[in-house]
């Protein structure tokens, strides 16, 4: 089965300042894909990068970059340049690439940007 | 035009009654999903459509019915509402049915259940 750990309940940064996001997840399939979602205080679920078990590069999408280690089987969110709308709750999470997609998602990490 | 609607966005009940939620997605996705989002913010899935069959079906109570009228429909019907039952209900949509690109979940605004 597959699972989904951040081990960082909550974080405060200044803002400007890069942050990471832990992730580590735990799978014996070898076709998996890897999600980070944005949840602001309003409530909304919002997508915000991808990264493929097979991709060789790590994603990056403007200021959010996942650092893919597969190896050690860590995602960690990069966020560049941190702004005070980056703060909300950020979630990981993991499907696998065959079968039917049952995204499976991590506790969540409530970042805070302090101006 | 929102892309993942729900409503309602509150509902506030008495244990025992039946409620529905009802969501619509305007993406043309083939897959539709409901997740539940519980007071510690943990996020699980409970169902998961694709053009209108159930594909997933997670353990959870047969009070809970989800239907699907088309593919661009999928609504939540819950009877005899317990306290427990109080949460954030997440409706989402993907493009594909898997974990791969392009198989990202597009949620709704959630709609927050509150049985009292």
């Known amino acids: 089965a597959q699972k989904i750990t951040q081990t960082q309940p909550g974080m405060f940064v200044q803002e400007k300042e890069a942050v990471t996001l832990d992730c580590t997840y735990d799978t014996s399939d070898p076709s998996y894909g890897l999600f980070w979602y944005k949840q602001p205080s309003s409530g909304e679920m919002i997508f915000l990068i991808y990264q493929g078990s097979y991709d060789q590069q790590n994603a990056t999408e403007g200021r959010y970059s996942l650092n893919f280690q597969k190896a050690r089987k860590s995602a960690n969110l990069v966020i560049s340049a941190s702004q005070l709308g980056d703060s909300a709750m950020y979630f990981c999470a993991m499907g696998l690439i065959q079968g039917a997609q049952k995204l499976v998602f991590g506790q969540g990490t409530r970042l805070t940007i302090n101006p | ?116």
């Not at chain 2, 899935?45 to 009070?63: A, D, G, Q, W």
């Not at chain 2, 509402?81 to 989402?92: H, K, M, Q, T, W």
Request: one cysteine or more; hydrophobic letters at 30%.
């Open chain 2, 1 to 116: 035009d929102t892309a993942v609607s729900q409503t309602p966005k509150y509902l506030v009940t008495q244990m025992g009654n039946d409620k529905s939620i009802k969501c619509e997605q305007n993406l043309g996705h083939d897959t539709m999903y409901w997740y539940k989002q519980d007071s510690k913010k943990f996020l699980k899935i409970m169902f998961s459509y694709n053009n209108k069959e159930l594909i997933i079906n997670e353990t959870v109570p047969n009070r809970f019915s989800p239907k699907s009228p088309d593919k661009a429909h999928l609504n939540l019907h819950i009877n005899s509402l317990e306290l427990g039952d109080s949460a954030v209900y997440f409706c989402a949509s993907s493009r594909r049915l898997s974990g791969g690109a392009g198989g990202e979940l597009f949620f709704g605004e959630g709609s927050r259940l509150t049985v009292l």
